[in-house]
């Protein structure tokens, strides 16, 4: 069985910084693309960052240089810095995890975890 915990989160003010970490338990399975997924308020969720498989780091523009993605591997776990953060980064955040089982894919996705930016 696939767990997928996120942690971190909460309330900041505009400019400042939060982490967040996630981390996948369960053994018999590959982890391909880990990262982070958003749905603000009244939208549908979207992709913050990923990192593949293979270590490359994916981010959508609206965080580039100011959020940065790491994974480690071994662990299966995935952590976001976020910094310089905006009202529009006011979300719930959730970690997702692609999981292969022999030739088969899943998605797993954490409980998510409030994110709420003032102006």
């Known amino acids: 069985q696939v767990q997928v915990v996120e942690s971190g989160g909460g309330l900041v003010q505009a400019g400042g910084s939060l982490n967040l970490s996630c981390a996948v338990s369960g053994s018999g399975f590959t982890v391909t693309n880990l990262g982070w997924y958003r749905r603000p308020p009244g939208r549908q969720r979207e992709m913050v960052a990923v990192v593949t498989e293979r270590g490359a780091p994916h981010y959508d523009w609206s965080v580039k240089g100011r959020f940065t993605v790491s994974r480690e591997h071994t662990r299966n776990t995935v952590s976001l810095q976020m910094s310089s953060l905006k009202p529009e980064d006011t979300a719930v955040y959730y970690c997702?995890?692609?999981?292969?089982?022999?030739?088969?894919?899943?998605?797993?996705w954490g409980q998510g975890t409030q994110v709420t930016v003032s102006s």
């Open positions: 997702n995890a692609v999981v292969h089982w022999g030739k088969d894919e899943y998605d797993y």
